[in-house]
């Protein structure tokens, strides 16, 4: 596997680029802003026989360019929770003035799987929020980051359903499993579960 990260738009979120050997396969996470650096590295990476695009939620800052990555680089599928497909749709879904609702937004499918990753569905920071395992790495949105939670005081946010998923989903994986948050730099679920001050 091959993994490059990009820190896009405004708010600093990280889009991941995960590039499999063995089925050529190229999955862009959360490509949420800054569309043509995307593209451009996703062409750096390697050649890839398709591409798909995961959503670990629909926040804007996590679906900004998803219709221009979506487009230039022919994504087969944008996979995304069903009970994030409101919000995706909704032209509320912004941060004013420094993010505007996303634009020219293809249709999205629920995942469907193959062996490549496995998907958790860890509702709380939004009703559909997801991670996804690609055998020892975690890319986990803005459930999980180092030293924090996400938040959940936006619409459709729950403190309690987020610890829930926290708790049943993502802390009884291995202590060295790799974790890619939505914003800031990485850590492991070992770091998180004995050092994390929301998980005490």
């Not at 650096?37 to 670990?56: F, G």
């Not at 749709?89 to 499918?109: C, H, W």
């Not at 629920?110 to 990753?117: L, N, Q, S, Y």
Request: charge should be negative; charged fraction near 20%.
């Amino acid at each position: 596997m091959s993994m490059r990260l990009l820190t896009v738009g405004p708010i600093g979120e990280n889009c991941y680029l995960v590039r499999l050997e063995k089925t050529r396969r190229l999955y862009v996470i959360d490509p949420g802003a800054d569309a043509p650096e995307i593209v451009a590295a996703a062409r750096d990476l390697a050649p890839a026989d398709s591409v798909r695009i995961l959503l670990t939620h629909a926040h804007v800052d996590h679906i900004g360019a998803v219709g221009a990555v979506a487009r230039e680089l022919d994504a087969e599928q944008v996979m995304l929770d069903p009970a994030d497909v409101a919000l995706y749709r909704s032209p509320y879904n912004a941060i004013p003035p420094v993010l505007p609702p996303a634009r020219d937004l293809p249709g999205t499918v629920d995942f469907t799987t193959d062996g490549d990753f496995e998907v958790l569905r860890v509702p709380g920071h939004t009703p559909g929020g997801c991670a996804f395992l690609f055998g020892g790495e975690l890319f986990c949105g803005d459930t999980l980051f180092s030293g924090s939670i996400g938040r959940t005081d936006l619409p459709g946010g729950d403190y309690e359903t987020l610890m829930e998923s926290i708790r049943t989903r993502l802390l009884p994986l291995p202590p060295d499993t790799r974790v890619y948050p939505g914003h800031g730099c990485a850590t492991t679920i070992g770091m998180e579960k004995s050092g994390n001050p929301y998980l005490k």
